[in-house]
């Protein structure tokens, strides 16, 4: 998402007249797009800020930590000109002129009254020739309450875009040569929740994935992240009668105990996970499954840990970020009793990072000698005339070719198989 909203910032200051630079040595203005989702993130940023702050630039921190560390910022960083939560970046490019004229000294901005209900800024795009596929924002904000989260806290409640301005959006998209759309939000298939009506039985999310199947050039179709309440029948169909609909979830799992998923606030359990799993596998056999995994929650035990290793294996996560819980100020969990010590949250990543290289090699190697249809993404950052893509289920797949272009479709036959990539011969 981040990564989405910092090409909506480039956007806007390229319409104000600015210029991207190859580097940040060059740069008069730097802009720190931020995260708060782990401790670890911050501490970098807060880090990067003071090394930044030194030069005489303009320095503009902007994302989650902006809302969520403002006047920590501003105390621990003086050189840090402006300051701007996430929601309405259209403003940035107006703040900078600001700064840059002397008018204003300091700006910090993180509860602006419009910015809970701006999402115009997401269908800013800048479409270059080195590009195949794209992220569409379609919502922004959570209405659940993770207990472990600081999201609902930076992001705000949810807010749904207009299912016509997002298919506008992926025309022009279409139009300027994107075949692949990633459909984006916190909970993406809670879309249009009760603000827009089920139709034959298929929520808002459905509906625009179906609207979306018909815009002509976008030839696949992704979205991350949902949540595994709300991941119907109807969802679970449309991997069967949508065909751009690519052979890939990210279904965050969280944790394999059904008693932290309750200290998670997850509302759902284990049973329930596993029988959505095995509904998409009964549809789609071939299907990628990743997930998000946290171990170290407050209070989870052996056991517990236990639970979520036997989930790992039972419902075949061929890939997952695994997280060491870092504690967020202001959420539930940050004051639960039982914080786990952290060469424990060590030794349980790095079981589950072994499992994970064992699950993906697995999967990589069921795709030996079959034939696949691969987006061209560009040039393979080593090797001669190695060309990289991806594959119909995103593995990320490297050949060999001649004058490709980014965006093409090739049928590459996979040849060998790596953890994380696989490798194979134009057709
Ligand atoms: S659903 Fe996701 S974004 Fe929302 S509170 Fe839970 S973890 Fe955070």
């Known amino acids: 998402m981040n990564e989405r909203d910092s090409e909506s910032i480039h956007s806007f200051l390229q319409a104000s007249g600015f210029d991207m630079v190859d580097n940040e040595t060059s740069a008069d203005v730097i802009i720190l797009n931020t995260c708060s989702v782990r401790e670890l993130a911050e501490l970098k940023a807060?880090?990067?800020l003071g090394y930044l702050a030194r030069r005489n630039i303009v320095l503009c921190v902007l994302g989650c930590m902006a809302k969520n560390l403002a006047e920590e910022i501003k105390k621990r960083v003086p050189g840090v000109d402006i300051i701007l939560g996430p929601g309405d970046y259209s403003k940035i490019g107006d703040y900078i002129e600001d700064i840059i004229s002397g008018r204003r000294t300091f700006i910090i901005d993180v509860?602006?009254?419009g910015a809970?209900?701006?999402?115009?800024?997401?269908?800013?795009?800048n479409v270059t020739q080195r590009q195949s596929s794209a992220f569409v924002s379609i919502m922004s904000g959570c209405n659940m309450r993770c207990s472990y989260c600081i999201v609902p806290k930076t992001r705000g409640t949810e807010r749904y875009r207009a299912m016509e301005d997002i298919i506008l959006e992926i025309n022009k998209l279409a139009?300027?040569?994107i075949k692949e759309v990633t459909l984006l939000g916190q909970i993406v298939n809670r879309y249009g929740f009760r603000q827009i009506e089920q139709k034959d039985g298929k929520s808002a999310f459905v509906q625009l994935l179906e609207k979306i199947h018909e815009v002509p050039g976008i030839k696949r179709i992704r979205f991350t992240s949902p949540h595994p309440v709300g991941f119907h029948r109807d969802l679970i169909d449309c991997y069967k009668n949508l065909p751009k609909l690519c052979s890939q979830v990210h279904l965050?799992?969280?944790?394999?105990?059904?008693?932290?998923l309750k200290a998670m606030r997850r509302a759902y359990n284990r049973d329930d996970f596993i029988k959505i799993v095995q509904a998409l596998r009964d549809t789609v056999p071939s299907i990628s499954v990743s997930t998000d995994l946290i171990v170290g929650f407050p209070g989870e035990n052996d056991d517990d840990f236990s639970e979520t290793c036997s989930l790992f294996d039972e419902a075949r996560f061929d890939m997952a970020f695994i997280f060491k819980y870092s504690d967020r100020r202001g959420t539930v969990a940050a004051s639960m009793p039982d914080q786990v010590p952290r060469d424990v949250k060590e030794y349980r990543n790095a079981v589950l990072l072994k499992k994970l290289a064992t699950h993906s090699k697995a999967y990589n190697d069921k795709m030996l000698n079959t034939l696949q249809m691969v987006l061209v993404e560009g040039k393979a950052r080593r090797g001669e005339n190695i060309f990289q893509g991806r594959a119909n289920n995103h593995r990320k797949v490297l050949f060999?070719?001649?004058d490709l272009d980014v965006g093409e479709f090739v049928d590459v036959r996979i040849t060998s198989s790596a953890v994380t990539t696989l490798y194979g011969e134009k057709i």
């Open 175 to 177: 139009d300027n040569g």
């Open 116 to 125: 809970e209900n701006n999402l115009d800024m997401d269908s800013m795009h």
């Open 252 to 260: 965050p799992a969280q944790s394999g105990s059904n008693r932290i």
């Open 400 to 402: 060999p070719g001649d």
């Open 46 to 48: 807060l880090g990067k």
């Open 111 to 113: 509860d602006s009254p």
